[in-house]
């Protein structure tokens, strides 16, 4: 079936320091390809996305970069800060379009 | 502007009990998503609904879940009989479109069966 691995599960980091999670997902497809941001008690929050006709998006300090042939996608934080602590998720678009499928998260750890 | 609102916040039920979980989509979406989020876990899709209609319901459990997306009013998870198993957490999500492009997730509700 459908499936997105998601790695690291734990990361931890220096103030400062990059941070950079990897996803493989299994369906090709897949078109969509969103991050997420969860803090504790709350519920995710779209931190950043790509579609399957982009190679790479840029937004400040938040990347992402999409390889359709490998299946793979990256999320890449530069200049970590304390308050990017949280669980970031990936997700790829199923095959017929209407929902995602969610890694299991990575635990952000960043410390000053 | 608010976004999408979710109720109770948390929800504590016997088991054999039902419980019953709203969701108000962001004001001008008329597209709900459910997911389930165990502990340690990403979320897992349950169903998709458009107002009056159910488009997808191939994440639901087969028996003791429903959800419903009425004319008028939130959209309703229920489920009935819950069992310890069913403890996790539910998250709602709207769009306006047809596509998962663009989320929005409410706060969730935290279901915790004793």
């Known amino acids: 079936g459908e499936n997105v691995e998601q790695h690291p599960s734990t990361l931890s980091v220096q103030e400062g320091d990059s941070a950079v999670i990897k996803c493989t997902y299994s369906d090709s497809a897949s078109n969509y390809f969103p991050w997420y941001k969860q803090e504790l008690g709350k519920g995710p929050q779209l931190i950043i996305d790509?579609?399957?006709?982009?190679g790479e998006k840029k937004d400040q300090r938040i990347a992402v970069t999409l390889n359709k042939t490998a299946k793979h996608f990256s999320l890449h934080i530069t200049e970590t800060q304390p308050e990017d602590s949280a669980v970031y998720f990936c997700a790829a678009s199923t095959q017929a379009g209407t929902a995602l499928i969610f890694g299991k998260g990575t635990t952000l750890s960043v410390s000053s | 502007n608010a976004g999408v609102m979710q109720n109770p916040r948390h929800l504590v039920r016997r088991r054999g009990q039902e419980a019953r979980l709203r969701c108000s989509p962001m004001?001008?979406?008329?597209?709900v998503y459910w997911y389930r989020q165990l502990p340690e876990e990403g979320l897992k899709f349950m169903v998709y609904l458009q107002k009056e209609n159910i488009i997808d319901e191939s994440g639901m459990p087969k028996e003791r879940f429903s959800a419903e997306f009425p004319k008028e009013g939130p959209s309703i998870l229920r489920i009935q009989q819950v069992v310890r198993g069913d403890s996790a957490a539910y998250f709602c999500?709207?769009?306006?479109?047809?596509?998962?492009?663009?989320?929005?997730f409410g706060s969730g509700t935290r279901l915790t069966v004793v």
């Open positions: 004001k001008g979406h008329s597209h």
């Open positions: 790509i579609r399957s006709n982009v």
């Open positions: 999500a709207s769009s306006a479109g047809t596509d998962p492009y663009g989320y929005t």
